[in-house]
Structures are given as structure tokens and as C-alpha cells.
């Protein structure tokens, strides 16, 4: 039987280790000699060196019997993460906390009542001051405990504190369980479906909003309750398309690392999340000057030697950085510019492996195809672009599968592939109106490649202009204008009346908005 690499755990977790952790697993299981010959370790060996999961190969290699297997498999998983666990590279303050309230536990169970209690006392410092609240509040709950049991003088008043310290980190913590749900669900939102598409949507996304928003005064609020609350108002305002509110609570979740360093060594996925809203906003934006600034303050931050690396935040940091390279683009019209980083993208993006989904690949060749849009390779293009809608079993947000099509039958048009158009036309509407994603913008789009076979050559132009004209009503419409997001239709149109190529018409329209930053 053999099962793909990522349906079976153990396997996975094998191919993950580095040369490091594989070597410290062997010393590890190696301080017992009794485990030098172990059918876990020979497990271990086996699976290192195999290329695929191949469970009847692992049977007849006759390390362990049919009926063993899931045993051993199961306690080889253990022992690995316990051996990653002991590992310095991932060790960090939550371990360290969590490892002193159960030393803490170990000498209550004891009977140590004193040392029990100076233990949680550094430790729920340590928590304290790391913005780590639900592990504090776990502490101080086994110290009322203990003190209920080791009788002293102080008693009262040290109830009293510990109560009220109670109280304090539970309202904390409620605050913060209310405002993480709220942004989750937010988010959620936002990678199902996108931005709001009609008045009915954008006023569920509201009432939702000021229903599930818990009532805060921000000076009351420690980090973590400031990291929520910007999360689930940066979502709403993504959602609704404010991209100036994205702006400034991105800037805002950004800011709040930057003034508590200790927290970007902590909780860097968080940290970097939060530079990708930021650079992305300022794309929507399309403030340049901006963008490269707080780009370079992130590259500076990310390349330091103090910044937490493993595979998880690696993985990030290539996305973000590849993601914002290609975005700088956009903005100014600089295509042909872009183009040299594909390459390279392409051949870093084989060592990730699975470590990067494939929503996220998808949305490099989206990126990838709109760079060759605008550098006028259609052929290429179209090419990046079959690599999303040839992808049957893709789960990816639905306003890019509808732009990848509409993009699609535009490349087409310009590549000069009519005998495609007809039947990419039907495919498109057929897709458009299934997902429920068939907007005016797009409407008019197919109304008019599909009467383009009618259009004279000399009557070309004016069919162009009367489409621009159309389509300038929406440029600003708070629910048709998402799709100038993806695709820049109306300067597409600019370079078919005025004869000039797509990036000139955006990099001057750039140029006429950038004087009034």
C-alpha cells in the first residue's frame, strides 16, 4: 500500500528534519543502549532513506510485524517530538513557561509546598511580561490552590491578591478570546469569498462587526488585546474595500511590534503577517514612495541574525518578500522591470516544497501572468494563467479563480487566438455565473469581446471608447470597483484608444498621482 507522503503523518514529520535535528534525535534515543537496536529507531532509519511512504516495503524489510506497526509508529512520533522539543532552535518562552508550572506541579504533587510557589511566582513574571495571559492565569489558579494548603500569616492578604489578579487576567483573557473570534471570523470571510460584492453583504459584514466588538478602552488593553482588535478592524476595513483604514491598521498592528521588539522573537508569523497588509494596502493605495520605504524597514528587519528562524517563518518570509517584489510593479506600471524575477521565484519555489500551499503558488502564476500582461507577452501570459484553471481540485479564494478567466479571455483578444474565443467565452460565463461572481464590470467585458467578431476594424476604436465610458461609471462604485484590483481593465482600454502599451498609460497615470503625495 502506498500512501501519498503528506497523508501520513510520521513520514512527513521525518522528511521535515534537518541534518541537526536528525542528529540530535540519534543521540537522543542513542543515551539508552538498550535503544541502539530499537524497532523504532530501525523505523527511523528506514523512513529517512525512503522516497515515498511504501508501508508493504517497510513490512518486508522485516523491521516490525503488520500488527506492531501502528505502535511503533505512534511512539516513534512521540520520541521525535520529544527530541525536537529538548532542541535549543525551538526553544522559546511559552516552553520555558510551561516547563516551570510543571516543575511547579511535580513538587506540589510533593508535598514542596514553598518551592512549588517561588517557581510559579518567576514563572507567572515571566508570563506577564511576555504577554502570555492564559498561561498566567493558569499559574496564579494552581497558586490559590497551593496557598489554600500551605498556611501562613499572610493568607488573607495573599488571597486577596491573588483574586484580584484572578479577575484582572480573566477579563483580559475574555477580552481577548472575543476579539481573536471576531478577526478570525472576519478573515475567514475574506479568503472564501473575497471583498464584498453588493450593499446586502457589506451591511452583514458591519452588524456583525459592531455586534461581536467587545466594549475596550485601548489604554486598558496589554499587546495581545491591541493585536486582536487591529487584526479584526484591518479584515472589516479589507472586506469593505476601505483600503485607507487597512492602511492604518496595518500600520498600526506593524507599529506595535516595532515599539515591543521582545514580542517580533515571539511571535514573528504574527509580525510578518501584519508586513504583508501593510505592503499590500499601500499597493491599493498605490503610494510607491511608501511602500519601498516600510518594504526596506521590512527586508532590514527579517534578514537581522536576532530574527527566529525555522522552517514555518523561512517559508514566510519567501512568500512576502517574492509576493511585494512583484506588487512594487503594479503600482508604477514598471512590468518588463518585474519580468527577471519570475525565474528566479520559479526555481527558489522547488526547495519550499510542500511547505507552501498551493493557494499560495496559484497566486505567484496570477502575479506572474499579470506581469506579462502588462509587459504585452499574451502568449505567456495565458500560460501562467492555464496553470490556474486547468487546477480542478484548487481551493483558492474565489474573486481570483473569476479574474484568472476574465484575464484569460483578454490575453486571448490580444494574442490574436480567435478560434479559442468563442468557447473560452461560454466557459467563462458559465464559471462566472456558477460562482455567483457575474458583476456589471464583467458583464460588460464579455458583452464585448463577444460582439468583437461584428466590429468593422475602422469602427475599432469607437468600440473602445464607448466600453471605456461604460466602465468609468464603476471605476469608483464601492462594489464594482474590486475588479480593477485584478485587473486593470480601464487602462487596458486607455492603450487600445490612444495606440500606446498598458505600462506607459499606468506609469504616467502613476506619475500624474504620485505628485499629490
Given at each position: 500500500m502506498i500512501t501519498k507522503d503528506q497523508k501520513d503523518n510520521l513520514f512527513a514529520l521525518v522528511k521535515s528534519l534537518t541534518k541537526s535535528e536528525k542528529r540530535q534525535f540519534k543521540l537522543y534515543v542513542g543515551r539508552l543502549g538498550v535503544n541502539s537496536d530499537s524497532k523504532f529507531l530501525n523505523l527511523f532509519n528506514f523512513l529517512d532513506k525512503a522516497k515515498a511512504y511504501n508501508e508493504a516495503l517497510i513490512l518486508k524489510s522485516g523491521i516490525v510485524k503488520k500488527q506492531q506497526l501502528a505502535n511503533v509508529k505512534s511512539h516513534l512520533y512521540k520520541q521525535i517530538l520529544i527530541s525536537l522539543k529538548l532542541n535549543p532552535s525551538h526553544q522559546n518562552i511559552r516552553l520555558q513557561i510551561r516547563e516551570q508550572l510543571d516543575?511547579?506541579?511535580?513538587?506540589?504533587?510533593?508535598?514542596?509546598?514553598?518551592?512549588?510557589?517561588k517557581i510559579l511566582d518567576k514563572a507567572k513574571e515571566l508570563a506577564i511580561v511576555n504577554e502570555e495571559k492564559n498561561s498566567a492565569f493558569e499559574i496564579v489558579e494552581l497558586e490559590k490552590v497551593i496557598e489554600s494548603q500551605y498556611i501562613t500569616r499572610s493568607i488573607s492578604t495573599r488571597a486577596d491578591e491573588l483574586a484580584l489578579q484572578a479577575k484582572e487576567l480573566s477579563t483580559l483573557n475574555v477580552i481577548a478570546s472575543k476579539l481573536s473570534n471576531l478577526s478570525l471570523q472576519l478573515y475567514s470571510n475574506i479568503l472564501k469569498t473575497g471583498y464584498v460584492k453588493n450593499e446586502d453583504e457589506a451591511k452583514m459584514v458591519i452588524n456583525y462587526f459592531n455586534k461581536q466588538l467587545p466594549k475596550v478602552k485601548i489604554e486598558d488593553l496589554g499587546f495581545r488585546e491591541k493585536l486582536w482588535l487591529y487584526k479584526a478592524n484591518l479584515w472589516q476595513s479589507f472586506l469593505l474595500q476601505d483600503f485607507l483604514n487597512c492602511f492604518k491598521y496595518a500600520l498600526k498592528w506593524v507599529d506595535l511590534f516595532y515599539q515591543n521588539p521582545s514580542m517580533i522573537s515571539l511571535n514573528p508569523v504574527f509580525f510578518l503577517k501584519g508586513n504583508n497588509?501593510?505592503?499590500?494596502?499601500l499597493v491599493f493605495i498605490g503610494n510607491k514612495a511608501k511602500f519601498v520605504e516600510k518594504f526596506n524597514e521590512f527586508e532590514a528587519t527579517v534578514q537581522k541574525s536576532s530574527f527566529p528562524e525555522d522552517e514555518n517563518v523561512a517559508s514566510l518570509v519567501f512568500l512576502y518578500t517574492n509576493f511585494h517584489k512583484i506588487n512594487q510593479h503594479f503600482i508604477d506600471g514598471s512590468f518588463a522591470e518585474g519580468l527577471d524575477l519570475i525565474p528566479t521565484i520559479e526555481k527558489e519555489l522547488i526547495p519550499f516544497g510542500e511547505k507552501i500551499d498551493p493557494h499560495h503558488k496559484m497566486i505567484f502564476y496570477y502575479k506572474f501572468a499579470s506581469l506579462h500582461f502588462g509587459a504585452g507577452n499574451n502568449k505567456e501570459c495565458i500560460k501562467y494563467l492555464d496553470k490556474i484553471i486547468s487546477n480542478k481540485s484548487l481551493s483558492m479564494r474565489e474573486d481570483l479563480l473569476c479574474f484568472s478567466r476574465v484575464l484569460n479571455l483578454v490575453a486571448h483578444y490580444e494574442?490574436?487566438?480567435?478560434?479559442?474565443?468563442?468557447?473560452?467565452l461560454r466557459s467563462t460565463y458559465k464559471f462566472l455565473i456558477k460562482m455567483n461572481d457575474l458583476h456589471e464590470v464583467q458583464k460588460e467585458m464579455i458583452k464585448f469581446i463577444r460582439g468583437l467578431q461584428d466590429i468593422y476594424p475602422h469602427d475599432l476604436k469607437n468600440a473602445f471608447k464607448a466600453l471605456h465610458k461604460t466602465l468609468k461609471t464603476f471605476e469608483d462604485h464601492p462594489y464594482e470597483r474590486r475588479?480593477?484590483?485584478?485587473?486593470?481593465?480601464?487602462?487596458?482600454?486607455?492603450?487600445?484608444?490612444?495606440?500606446?502599451?498598458?505600462a506607459e498609460i499606468i506609469h504616467t497615470k502613476y506619475l500624474a498621482k504620485n505628485n499629490s503625495f
Open positions: 516543575f511547579a506541579s511535580i513538587l506540589y504533587h510533593k508535598g514542596l509546598y514553598k518551592q512549588s510557589l497588509y501593510l505592503l499590500e494596502a494574442a490574436g487566438l480567435d478560434y479559442h474565443l468563442e468557447t473560452l475588479a480593477f484590483l485584478y485587473l486593470d481593465i480601464i487602462s487596458w482600454l486607455e492603450s487600445k484608444i490612444e495606440n500606446k502599451p498598458v
